[in-house]
């Protein structure tokens, strides 16, 4: 195997495991928030809009980072 399909596989890795840390960390918050504001809740179609690009983004980089360890 090539060094650069090596390294390649390692960055896609690397990237993947951060977008997942996002994930739990992002997941947490939002829990940790929603229970601080048990009151003030938004609805859930205001968190889907606020969040989309968040969620749009992570997807993307989940599917970039596999199709980097998959694809070389």
């Not at 195997?1 to 992002?26: D, E, P, Q």
């Not at 009151?39 to 980089?61: A, D, H, I, K, R």
């Given at each position: 195997?090539?060094?650069?399909?090596?390294l390649?596989?390692?960055v896609?890795l690397i990237?993947l495991?951060?977008?997942?840390?996002?994930?739990?960390?992002?997941?947490?918050?939002?829990?940790?928030?929603?229970?601080?504001?048990?009151?003030?809740?938004?609805?859930?179609?205001e968190q889907?809009?606020n969040?989309?690009?968040?969620?749009?983004?992570?997807?993307?980089?989940?599917v970039?980072?596999?199709?980097?360890?998959?694809?070389?």
């Amino acid at each position: 195997m090539a060094l650069s399909t090596i390294l390649v596989k390692v960055v896609g890795l690397i990237l993947l495991l951060w977008t997942i840390r996002s994930i739990y960390k992002h997941v947490k918050e939002h829990r940790a928030e929603a229970r601080r504001n048990e009151g003030t809740t938004q609805s859930l179609s205001e968190q889907l809009l606020n969040n989309l690009l968040l969620y749009v983004w992570l997807l993307f980089m989940v599917v970039f980072s596999v199709g980097m360890m998959v694809n070389n």
